[in-house]
Each structure stands twice: as structure tokens, then as C-alpha cells.
């Protein structure tokens, strides 16, 4: 079974910048799809990005379009978030997940215990 590891999170500043890292503990992450999902306090687990087995393909919630960018690099079981242009409204619980690629938390098997991300005004 594949076990995630995120890290990366803290606090920033408005229109500051984080990178989210998350590595995978078994070479089989190469085989799935893995996504960002976050979760703030009152709220529903929502999808932020995706990406491919390959990195062929990557997918964004609207609200992230053009400031955050999902990647990996399979040879070191890992998958990023780079997150530019914070916004107040980004401070959440983020979680690196794999599976299939899709929006949905039922897509994606495979969970890590999420990092923080707190963005000050």
C-alpha cells in the first residue's frame, strides 16, 4: 500500500509563495494519477489539482488556474504544488492523494496526512 508524506506547509503572507511537496514510499507511484486536494475548517474537501501518471496532463480547480502548478518526478516518488499569488481564501489543509486521475476524493485510494497552509491578510 502506498503511504504519503506531505510537507511544505506553513504560513505566508498574502501574494507570497509555498511549494507543497509529497513523497510516496513505494515505486508503484509512478503507476498513479495524484492529486492536491484541501480542506478548510467548515468546509467540504475540495479538489485543487491533478496530474498523470506521466505529467502529461494536469488539471486545476478555477480558483487556482494560473497560480498554482502541479508536477512530479517519478524518479524520486514525489509530486509538488508550487503555489504563487496566495490568497487569504487558500488557507486550508492540504492533502496529496493517489489513484485515479478525477475531481472527486473517491477517485484517489491513497491519502497523506495533510500539511497546513495559513495565508495572512
Known amino acids: 500500500q502506498v503511504q504519503l508524506v506531505e510537507s511544505g506547509g506553513g504560513s505566508v503572507q498574502a501574494g507570497g509563495s509555498l511549494r507543497l511537496s509529497c513523497a510516496a514510499s513505494?515505486?508503484?507511484?509512478?503507476?498513479?494519477?495524484m492529486g492536491w486536494f484541501r480542506q478548510a475548517p467548515g468546509k467540504e474537501r475540495e479538489f485543487v489539482a491533478a496530474i498523470t501518471w506521466n505529467g502529461g496532463s494536469t488539471y486545476y480547480a478555477d480558483p487556482v488556474k494560473g497560480r498554482f502548478t502541479i508536477s512530479r518526478d517519478n524518479a524520486k516518488n514525489t509530486v509538488y504544488l508550487q503555489m504563487n499569488r496566495l490568497k487569504p481564501e487558500d488557507t486550508a489543509v492540504y492533502y496529496c492523494?493517489?489513484?485515479?486521475?478525477?475531481?472527486?476524493?473517491?477517485?484517489?485510494?491513497?491519502w497523506g496526512q495533510g500539511t497546513q497552509v495559513t495565508v495572512s491578510s
Open positions: 513505494e515505486r508503484t507511484f509512478s503507476y498513479y494519477a
Open positions: 492523494a493517489g489513484g485515479s486521475v478525477g475531481r472527486r476524493p473517491s477517485d484517489y485510494p491513497y
